[in-house]
């Protein structure tokens, strides 16, 4: 009897605060595991619990405190929800809602070979320092081509039409940060202004809309 006494309180103790309960051994999850949406747009993630929200590329898509995402340039990243213990992911895309030209190959420094091998389009001219394509059909660049410095590429650019003029800034607004202008050239780059590895430039010459894209150094 007094050994059934003694547990009595220890069993007790047991029942109430001995067992965690659903919520405390649920796992966190989010409401979505992938987003979709272009430039500009926002999206509501939910989590299962309370937690901090980052994003691993802020240049692609931003989330705030109460988990809306914006998408900031096209491109891919990742939205974490983070309670201290757990955190879970959201694969985001920021999807292009202008597909004005197909941008030339931006891998600065490869050769001439490597250029060729992985470039599709009809070829017009080469020099030892310039190669030169046409454009695909149907595509706002009527010509795409490519400056070479001691065998390496380092310089690229785009010969967009001139009645491509209504919706070519809004092309690059998605892609790139607005950097500045001087005189009569807009300038952007590919990331925020303290992360950045190239800059792209528009003028507007006598034979169209010129892209010229340059790596940063």
Not at 58 to 85: L, P, Q, R, W
Not at 100 to 108: H, Q
Request: charged content about 25%.
């Amino acid at each position: 009897m007094r050994k059934v006494l003694f547990l009595l309180p220890v069993l007790v103790f047991l029942f109430l605060y001995g067992c965690s309960s659903d919520d405390d051994n649920a796992k966190l999850s989010l409401n979505k595991s992938t987003v979709t949406l272009n430039y500009k747009t926002t999206e509501q993630l939910k989590a299962s619990g309370k937690v901090e929200w980052t994003s691993e590329n802020d240049f692609v898509a931003s989330v705030n405190e109460n988990g809306v995402i914006e998408g900031k340039h096209v491109g891919k990243t990742f939205i974490v929800a983070s309670n201290g213990t757990e955190e879970v992911k959201c694969a985001v895309e920021v999807a292009p809602k202008y597909n004005t030209y197909s941008e030339p190959i931006l891998d600065f420094g490869i050769t001439k070979a490597e250029l060729k091998g992985r470039e599709n389009r009809e070829l017009l001219s080469e020099t030892s320092t310039t190669i030169k394509y046409r454009g695909n059909s149907g595509s706002a660049a009527s010509e795409i081509a490519y400056a070479f410095k001691d065998g390496k590429m380092n310089g690229a650019g785009a010969l967009v039409k001139s009645s491509y003029s209504s919706v070519i800034m809004d092309f690059l607004i998605e892609r790139y940060q607005a950097a500045f202008q001087k005189d009569d050239v807009f300038y952007f780059i590919d990331g925020n202004s303290s992360n950045y590895n190239k800059f792209v430039s528009l003028s507007i010459g006598a034979s169209g809309i010129i892209i010229m894209y340059t790596p940063k150094n």
